[in-house]
C-alpha cells in the first residue's frame, strides 16, 4: 500500500557539520511533500516543503531534494547546530487524498557538541 | 499569536474510564485533525474535520469518537473500547485548500493504568 519510510532511523553528526536526512516514499501519485522537526514532548514543526513540479527548494540553512524518478526525498541540514537535534519526519500528500497526510516512521538526529 | 492548544498536556486515567482530550485553535483553519503517536513511531491518523459537524475516520478510529460543533474545537474522546490507549496524542489543523503544512499543538500524553 502507500507508505513513506526513512533509510536511517538515526544519524549522529558532528556540530558544524553538513546534515543529510533521506526518505524514501512509494505513492506515484503524491506531489505534495513536507518535512517536519519535532522536538522531545512537543509537537512537529513545519521546516520545508515541495511541490512535485520542483527538484530542489531552499530555506534558511535547509534544503529539499525530489527524485521523482527514484521516489526519493531528502533534507539536507548545513552547519548542523545543536538545536538541530530532533526527530524529523517526512510526510506526503496526494491529489487524490489531500485530506490525508502519510507520515514516515522518523529519523533521530543528535548532534555531538 | 495564532496557534493550536492542546490541554492538559499530561493525562492520567484507571482504565475503563472514558477520557476527552481537549484541542482549540485561533488559525480560522477549516479542517482539524488527531494523531496518535507511539514511542519510536510516526503519527497515525485517528480520525480527521474538514468542516464543521462534519468528520471522517483516519486510520485507527476503533475506540474512538470525536465531534466538531465550532470550527475553533475538535475535542477527541478515548473511550473504554481502546484496547490500548496509552500514547501520545496530537491535533492538528490547515487551510483545508489541500497541499498546505499542517499545524501542530504540543499534544497530550495520556497515560492509562
Known amino acids: 500500500g502507500e507508505s513513506v519510510g526513512l533509510h536511517l532511523p538515526t544519524l549522529s553528526v558532528q556540530e558544524g557539520d553538513n546534515s543529510i536526512i533521506n526518505c524514501a516514499y512509494s505513492n506515484s501519485a503524491s506531489d505534495y511533500f513536507i518535512w517536519y522537526k519535532q522536538e522531545s514532548g512537543k509537537g512537529p514543526q513545519f521546516i520545508i516543503d515541495i511541490r512535485s513540479n520542483m527538484d530542489k527548494r531552499q530555506g534558511q540553512r535547509v534544503t529539499v531534494l525530489l527524485n521523482k524518478t527514484v521516489k526519493h526525498l531528502s533534507l539536507q541540514i548545513a552547519a548542523t547546530q545543536p538545536g538541530d537535534s530532533a526527530v524529523y519526519f517526512c510526510?506526503?500528500?496526494?491529489?487524490?487524498?489531500?485530506?490525508?497526510?502519510?507520515f514516515g516512521p522518523g529519523t533521530s538526529l543528535s548532534v555531538i557538541p | 499569536d495564532g496557534g493550536i492548544t492542546q490541554s492538559p498536556k499530561y493525562l492520567f486515567r484507571k482504565e475503563g474510564q472514558n477520557v476527552t482530550l481537549s484541542c482549540e485553535q485561533n488559525?480560522?483553519?477549516?479542517?482539524m485533525y488527531w494523531y496518535r503517536q507511539d514511542p519510536g513511531q510516526g503519527l497515525r491518523l485517528i480520525y480527521y474535520?474538514?468542516?464543521?459537524?462534519?468528520?471522517q475516520k483516519g486510520d485507527i478510529a476503533e475506540g474512538y469518537s470525536v465531534s466538531r460543533e465550532k470550527k475553533e474545537s475538535f475535542p477527541l474522546t478515548v473511550t473504554s473500547a481502546q484496547k490500548n490507549p496509552t500514547a501520545f496524542y496530537l491535533c492538528?489543523?490547515?487551510?483545508?485548500?489541500?497541499?498546505?503544512?499542517?499545524?501542530f499543538g504540543n499534544g497530550t500524553r495520556l497515560t492509562v493504568t
Open positions: 488559525l480560522n483553519h477549516d479542517a
Open positions: 510526510a506526503e500528500n496526494s491529489k487524490t487524498s489531500y485530506d490525508k497526510v502519510i
Open positions: 474535520s474538514q468542516i464543521v459537524n462534519d468528520f
Open positions: 492538528a489543523s490547515s487551510p483545508g485548500t489541500g497541499g498546505s503544512p499542517l499545524h
